[in-house]
């Protein structure tokens, strides 16, 4: 991976990137620190921590040489070695392994470490929804290398975003409407929406940044035959004919479907999939079962994650972060007009 596909990054980013293996897939920062929020100020986007995932093709091969070149980015795990390593981040929450609280030329940063492999599976069947959701949003792409099913798999899972949330939406709506919705998807049955994030972070992410989501999203809107999307006005009008949601339906991620067939089918009725979904199709509260399945998704890895965070921190880190994030929460309750 040579840094001259780095082109369009800044400096910044290219010094934290060389700090790292260079055997990556794909590389994006992400959150308040790379995209202004509703509330937040030029200088206190400076002070917030920056976000990075990384994409790896052989996490044992990565995890040995960053161990190498940067042991002390690791909690405690280091002693058990990278194969260990390996396995904690593949079998255990969403198949991130996250080093926090690493300083980083005067800023302190944190990054994930998913498998190029487990990274195409969320994108494309919303297994966990958590990095696939953190790429429904603008993210900052760093680095990104020439592998077609990684790409195709991205564009998928934007896709995937737009048709889950028109099934949410009424038949007309606004753009801010449905990015408010796609941006929703990945905090919706998140247990630290409850403690631990300000309640208006979905719509301090869309405010601010309408002009990256239309840039995301414009293609995909002008070519799906589900809508009728127009950009000068600012609306769509989207097919909410029961064969239209049935269309949407049948186009969701694999995961979704499953979580929605749970949701809907009587214990040993055992139907397949597509009478089910033709069912939800004419049902008035079709918007409220992609939700709770969505949301079921969620749950389970946001838990499942956090739990996991706690051991690839460490307990010091923990609390340290636990602290940042309630303190933010605490700043968005005091923005919020009384």
Same mark, same amino acid.
């Given at each position: 991976m040579t840094l001259p596909a780095l082109q369009n990054s800044s400096v910044f980013f290219r010094k934290i990137l060389s700090q790292f293996p260079q055997d990556i897939s794909l590389a994006f920062a992400y959150g308040s620190a790379v995209f202004r929020q509703t509330g937040s100020s030029q200088g206190q986007m400076t002070r917030n921590m920056l976000d990075f995932v990384f994409a790896v093709d052989d996490p044992v091969t990565w995890h040995t040489m960053n161990l190498m070149e940067n042991r002390k980015h690791y909690s405690f795990l280091r002693f058990l070695g990278p194969k260990h390593i390996s396995n904690i981040q593949s079998e255990y929450g969403a198949g991130v392994y996250f080093n926090t609280l690493i300083p980083a030329d005067d800023r302190v940063m944190k990054y994930g470490v998913i498998s190029t492999d487990a990274l195409i599976d969320d994108l494309l069947h919303w297994k966990t929804l958590y990095v696939a959701g953190r790429l429904h949003k603008p993210v900052r792409i760093l680095l990104q290398n020439e592998n077609g099913k990684l790409r195709d798999a991205l564009v =998928? +899972? *934007?896709?995937? %975003?737009?048709?889950a949330s028109f099934l949410m939406l009424p038949e007309s709506c606004s753009e801010?409407?449905?990015?408010?919705? $796609?941006?929703? *998807?990945?905090?919706?049955?998140?247990?630290?929406? #409850?403690?631990?994030?300000? @309640?208006?972070? #979905?719509?301090? $992410?869309?405010?601010?940044?309408?002009?990256?989501?239309?840039?995301?999203?414009? +293609?995909i809107l002008q070519e799906c035959p589900q809508v009728v999307y /127009?950009?000068?006005?600012?609306?769509?009008?989207? !097919? /909410?004919?029961?064969?239209?949601?049935?269309?949407?339906?049948? %186009?969701?991620?694999?995961?979704?479907?499953?979580?929605i067939t749970r949701l #809907? !089918?009587?214990?040993? @009725?055992?139907? !397949?999939?597509?009478?089910?979904? *033709?069912?939800?199709?004419?049902?008035?509260?079709?918007?409220?079962?992609?939700?709770?399945?969505?949301?079921?998704?969620? /749950?389970?890895?946001?838990?499942?994650?956090? %739990?996991? =965070?706690?051991?690839?921190? =460490?307990?010091? /880190?923990?609390?340290?972060?636990?602290? @940042?994030?309630?303190?933010?929460?605490?700043? =968005?309750w005091r923005r919020k007009p009384s």
């Open positions: =998928g +899972n *934007l896709k995937s %975003a737009v048709i801010e409407d449905l990015f408010l919705q $796609i941006a929703g *998807l990945s905090y919706s049955g998140d247990f630290r929406m #409850v403690i631990g994030e300000d @309640k208006s972070k #979905v719509s301090n $992410i869309v405010k601010d940044n309408m002009q990256h989501f239309r840039k995301l999203y414009n +293609n /127009k950009p000068q006005q600012g609306r769509l009008e989207v !097919d /909410k004919s029961p064969e239209g949601q049935f269309t949407q339906l049948m %186009a969701l991620p694999r995961t979704l479907q499953q979580q #809907v !089918d009587r214990p040993g @009725k055992n139907r !397949d999939v597509e009478e089910i979904l *033709l069912q939800v199709a004419q049902d008035p509260d079709c918007g409220s079962v992609v939700q709770q399945g969505i949301s079921s998704i969620v /749950k389970t890895s946001s838990l499942t994650q956090s %739990a996991k =965070g706690i051991a690839t921190a =460490g307990p010091v /880190k923990t609390v340290s972060y636990s602290v @940042k994030k309630l303190q933010k929460m605490w700043r =968005g």
